[in-house]
T-cell receptor, first 110, second 114 residues
Framework: LAKTTQPISMDSYEGQEVNITCSHN???????ITWYQQFPSQGPRFIIQ???TKVTNEVASLFIPADRKSSTLSLPRVSLSDTAVYYC???????????FGSGTKLNVKP | ETGVTQTPRHLVMGMTNKKSLKCEQH?????MYWYKQSAKKPLELMFV???????ENNSVPSRFSPECPNSSHLFLHLHTLQPEDSALYLC?????????????FGPGTRLTVL
């Protein structure tokens, strides 16, 4: 499973667009890229998933360059309720190395 | 509500006690998971079940014993735990065990070992 690297924390203000980049240099050909969001004392919640190029849903966009060695989660016009930890995961079937990592703690300020 | 419920939500136990955590999913999924999240540590995958068969055990101490009687229920039996086992224990389910399947997490059980 490809190891991922994310910034430990980020600050933003309400209404801004936030981009969180994840590095996964050892991504395998069949690996998918998945992002989860976690609020304190709750389980993670799936946000978005992609394999290549760009994916958009009602809450976020995911940008994946052609070499797939990184990905960027984009949150448009964040609000205070988007304050959470965001995890980037890469993989397909191998649970032996499946881990969420430390994630990126996003702090949205008024 | 994610369709995954966990009981109890909070549990305090002594090191010599035996207790069980329960997880139930109402999503018709085939895979279920136990995770441990300690303070200021990444989420750790403990066990993976697919159609009631254990497919992964990530070097978890034997004082944690999982049980999956059917595809909707998952238990984690606890005995002779240590204070460092205090953590948030999360259950999750997904349609299949492939990592591209979205996992749905329960609210967790906050465990304190005295």
């Amino acid at each position: 499973l490809a190891k991922t690297t994310q910034p430990i924390s980020m600050d933003s203000y309400e209404g801004q667009e936030v981009n969180i980049t994840c590095s996964h240099n050892n991504i395998a050909t069949n690996d998918y890229i998945t992002w989860y969001q976690q609020f304190p004392s709750q389980g993670p919640r799936f946000i978005i998933q992609g394999y290549k190029t760009k994916v958009t849903n009602e809450v976020a966009s995911l940008f994946i360059p052609a070499d797939r060695k990184s990905s960027t989660l984009s949150l448009p016009r964040v609000s205070l309720s988007d304050t959470a930890v965001y995890y980037c995961l890469v993989g397909l079937y191998n649970f032996n190395k499946f881990y969420f990592g430390s994630g990126t703690k996003l702090n949205v300020k008024p | 509500e994610t369709g995954v419920t966990q009981t109890p939500r909070h549990l305090v136990m002594g090191m010599t006690n035996k207790k069980s955590l329960k997880c139930e999913q109402h999503l018709g999924h085939n895979a279920m998971y136990w995770y441990k999240q300690s303070a200021k540590k990444p989420l750790e995958l403990m066990f993976v079940y697919s159609l009631e068969e254990r497919v992964e055990n990530n070097s978890v101490p034997s004082r944690f014993s999982p049980e999956c009687p059917n595809s909707s229920h998952l238990f984690l039996h606890l005995h002779t735990l240590q204070p460092e086992d205090s953590a948030l224990y999360l259950c999750a389910s997904s349609q299949e065990t492939a990592l591209y399947n979205e996992q749905f997490f329960g609210p967790g059980t906050r465990l304190t070992v005295l």
